[in-house]
């Protein structure tokens, strides 16, 4: 007997090359996975189930994929936009204060967030601070978890001029990736595969070139993919080029590091070149349109490498400049970027950021046989949107039928009413079941300004660009 | 006696050049206008009022300017994006079905929208049917709308090559004129001031040159600007030069038409020195961000005409390709995509468009003197938003304030709880209390429905680029 049928819906499957659209569409879930997917007057004969659920006027589609933040940044969202050099100029000041307290109430706080909008997995890229991987566990979300592995000292570089090599410390490179292993192998496919880990590198300019190789070698002992930042930033580059005379990609070929097993994270400075060449190593791209947009003003090659046949999986980055975890977000600002930076209305149409929401998120994360797509043996990661709201009105099925178009370029996430990971409501009329979502969002408020407060008494936040906005009465 | 106190808030007055935010705020309404804005503290002291509301936890801030609609085509939204010439290829077929009830079923619509996403003024620009000013009138909603006039032939130009001059038909034009006249007499600063009217004809290119600058007489001889699709595309321009020898601007400047009185919208066509001389000239412009990014892939040169001194209101445009009226929506991608075409994060920060989404936007109507800040003795259109969402979570007070990035950048219209037009509650709650929510939606998917099915039976669809995308199942 089936757990629960949902009947009467809207389904965007994404199952074959496009949406997957089912008029009249029912789903039904038995033991965490999708049992059968069809017509409505299909499953009412063929399922008997113990809830039925009436999802008319609702579009039922997978559940949306983030495959790259960094969600702990959530409890100082906002203070690294509209500047140049956000990291050192904004985001620094308040990372030095990041205690594990405020580290675990960003990440709650954008998992609560991600939910609500629809995202069911989290491609999360962080220090393993201890309670980490419980947040995503304890919240019943799907995770991919990559915990961050350098060999940059552990001091900081405050010393260094713009353009010196980065010191390498072997020990403290080892000390990552034994604190990432650890993490790996406690983690791995826990919770009946709902929490995945990738090895991750954080950049192939932080780390040891043989520490580098080892992460891979460890990665595929495992079976997992190694999550790295790749041609995100001209220092990168720079760097690349001084230590070993080639532009990323060229080196990564060169020492073996594109195949499958490689999601390569943003892309910001690649030439489309260099992107056909990662996309055709048959190595993954995460792509931050939000992020990336306003903290450096640059589109990433993502239509050249979808063109090159790679897959992209979207990602939200850091709320402290995007500055939010949204994948309706990232999905329609994919979409429009790509329009304007190639002068083309018909660049990157609503069901292709649609599918990289989806099911090509989920191939680029390796998960494809698992999620992505509503079909049968597939794991029960969907979500109900009302489809009534104004704002997405009318939906009309033919000649052209609107709903895609008008979920991507007019929905906001607040139209998610039920979210159901692994066959578990997570959430049921935009109520969370896991978590306590008051406590949550108390707590990151309380948590930010213990950040902030730090922050103003210490004088190294007489250097942050955003002063001059507070001085002028723009904040 | 106030008629209502608000305790509490962060207010974002925008008084002043900047945000002009108050901690702990209270803002006093009295007969439909603002009587006192200061610390809560203050006017605990000085304001009696009837009613006291505690907006702990919410920002208040002027209610949006949505300054050029066509908010009729709600109607059929979503199919007319992700295509090469969207108003052929896309909306033409469906705009040929509209009767008057998809026209108003559209237009309320997209008032309920704006509505719940904070817009308190609609700029609407339209066919005058029947009820059109009635729409807004009932809705309370402070509406500046414009008849649309022309002079091309009532029955088409479907003879017509491209690249053809438009026919001009006089009489049609003197029709348009005399009827865009009555509407403008019979609703010119209704309901106390609520409803204002400019004149309208729709393009250079579109209107014989004498029609054209009888029009500007007649507005100046009321007062009013006159709302003109300027420089708004390739054809335009093409219909410019072959007429009269010169480009839209050169040509506007010549006949005297840059000046105050004109609202030029989109300037999608112009470059960045006539966009300085109608900027220069004291003009305004209307910018559609998300229109003209999902029709054209094109940004407008609003930066441009910012730095130029001229004042810039945003616009929902149309939801056939936009696909929403959400001035949340047009504040965010206005930031973004000028980050994204200068390659520089610093240009448009949060603080900039959210004044062309409220001061700078009065300015650009002409509306300033009593709309667009929260001051004494200006009008009391105002929106409290929750504050205590998580997607906009922590607010920070310092040493970086991030109410307003996070608002800019994570706000999605949701956060909008109570709406206050001229001193009355427009919505409360996120219940709008002056129609019938229900009826409205139901009323636009029936509507929306009609006009589809007259299109499907009707061999002009076979035309439509997105019939592709229906049969590869891409919709």
């Known amino acids: 007997m089936a757990d629960y049928l949902f009947e009467n819906a809207h389904l965007l499957t994404m199952s074959g090359d496009g949406v997957g659209y089912v008029r009249n569409g029912a789903i039904a879930v038995e033991n965490g996975r999708i049992k059968a997917v069809g ?14 659920i009436d999802a008319r006027n609702m579009c039922i589609m997978p559940g949306l994929i983030d495959g790259h933040m960094h969600a702990s940044y959530a409890v100082v969202r906002g203070v690294a936009q509209d500047i140049w050099n956000w990291m050192q100029a904004g985001l620094a000041p308040y990372h030095k204060y990041m205690t594990p307290a ?17 995202t069911t997995l989290f491609g999360d890229y962080a220090w393993p601070v201890d309670g980490w991987g419980d947040v995503f566990a304890s919240a019943g979300v ?11 000292p552990a001091q900081g570089m405050a010393g260094l001029k713009i353009g010196d090599l980065y010191p390498f410390d072997e020990a ?89 097993q490689l999601l390569a994270v943003h892309l910001t400075e690649a030439t489309d070149e260099e ?15 939000g992020s990336i947009g306003i903290i450096d003003g640059i589109v990433p090659p993502a239509h050249v490498f979808r063109q090159a046949g790679g897959s992209v999986c979207l990602g939200s980055d850091q709320a402290a400049g995007n500055n939010c975890h949204n994948i309706w977000n990232e999905m329609k600002l994919t979409s429009l970027f790509n329009k304007i930076k190639y002068k083309d209305p018909t660049t990157l149409p609503a069901w292709e950021v649609l599918r990289m929401g989806t099911i090509e998120g989920a191939k680029a994360l390796g998960l494809d046989d698992e999620i992505g797509s509503l079909e049968v043996g597939k794991k029960a990661d969907l979500i109900c949107l009302d489809v009534t709201e104004a704002n997405v009105l009318p939906i009309l099925d033919g000649p052209i039928r609107t709903l895609v178009p008008n979920l991507i370029f007019a929905a906001t996430g607040r139209e ?47 250097s942050m660009k955003l002063l001059e906005a507070m001085e002028a009465g723009n904040l």
Chains 1, 2 share one sequence.
């Open 39 to 52: 017509a409505t007057s299909d499953l009412k004969q063929s399922v008997v189930a113990k809830e039925t």
């Open 102 to 118: 405020a580290f675990l109430a960003g990440t709650r706080c954008a998992v609560v967030e991600g939910i609500k909008a629809g």
């Open 142 to 152: 799907r995770a991919v978890l990559t915990a961050r592995i350098n060999s940059l």
């Open 172 to 260: 403290r490179g080892k000390e990552t990736i034994d604190q990432a292993t650890a993490f790996i192998d406690n983690w791995n496919r826990a919770y009946d595969g709902r929490i995945n880990v990738m090895y991750g590198p954080q950049g192939p300019d932080m780390i040891g070139l043989d520490q580098f190789m080892e992460c891979k070698k460890m990665a595929a002992d495992r079976g997992l993919m190694v999550h790295v930042h790749t041609a995100q930033g001209d220092r990168e580059i720079d760097q690349m080029v001084k230590r070993y005379g080639e532009r990323t990609p060229a080196f990564l070929q060169e020492i073996g590091y594109l195949d499958e």
């Open 275 to 289: 992107t056909e060449l990662i996309a055709k190593s048959g190595a993954k791209m995460a792509l931050c349109s």
């Open 416 to 462: 998610v009413v039920h979210s159901m990971i692994d066959g578990k409501f997570v959430m049921r009329d935009r109520i969370i079941n896991t978590l306590d979502e008051q406590a949550i969002r108390e707590n990151v408020q309380i948590q930010g300004e213990i950040v902030a407060n730090n922050v103003a008494a210490d004088p190294v936040q007489r």
